[in-house]
């Protein structure tokens, strides 16, 4: 028998409540809590009120209501859906493959192409849409070919559902591998032994138990899509009804010396991206967004 055996029980349990006790060092004291208090306060007045001023000031000064008959930012909200609607289209269409094969199919030079793929997270937008520029203009990489097939890409609507995608995609992708990567082998492997195809395997047992992130992958694509700017306006140019979107809106306003209508502009962009993380907690997809920014 051993001494912690040998011990009574309740000298035992009294040790464990000492153990559980915070010491000295572990003790917050009042001036202690109290900053921590503000540095949290501070920090939340430092990300909310920027974005709070901006949508008071659009909705008390009656810009909001008024943008919503302008003509020009219907414009651009129109065009905006449209275009991001389009891209996550692509997003999907190309991304899903991608993260399927990136979860389940380890290959020689993988870390590679999750590294091309993450990058546009990180680039400056408006290198994006030069690297853009270089490879799909009229001089770039691909232009001569693009040329001789009669497609001329950079400064037209494609090319704004180009750079909303290539700049958002990436969200997409790694919560999609995430959240395939999460499914358990086993419901595959039953399904499988079943006598299911691998396609079918994919529809009714990946598929539906990597939605969640999936879906949260989407929602996020969307909304960087949505808030694109710098490498759409560096390769699709900023032309109204034709590649103006609401953030290229925003700024055209600003420096034409309306500001309201810029205030305005910018205040729906606000509250679609809140509406959209809104959406993601509420409906329980951000543990999967967590699960993605983590992968």
Partial sequence: MTADASRPRAAQATDAREARRPGPAGRAGPLGLLGLAGLIALGVVFLGLPVVALVGRAALGGSLAAALGSRAVLAALGLSLLTTAISLGLTALFGLPLAWTLARRPFRGAALVETVVDLPIVLPPSVAGLALLLALGRSGVLGPLLDSAGLAIPFTTAAVVLAQTFVAAPFFVRSARTGIAAVERDAEDAARADGASEFRVFRHITLPLAAPALAAGLVMSWARSLGEFGATIMFAGNFGGRTQTLPLLVYAEFE???????????????????????AVRVLHWGRALDERVAG
């Fill in 256 to 278: 034409g010396g309306s500001l309201d209508a810029s205030i305005a502009a910018g205040a729906i962009l606000v509250l679609a991206a809140f509406g959209v993380l809104l």
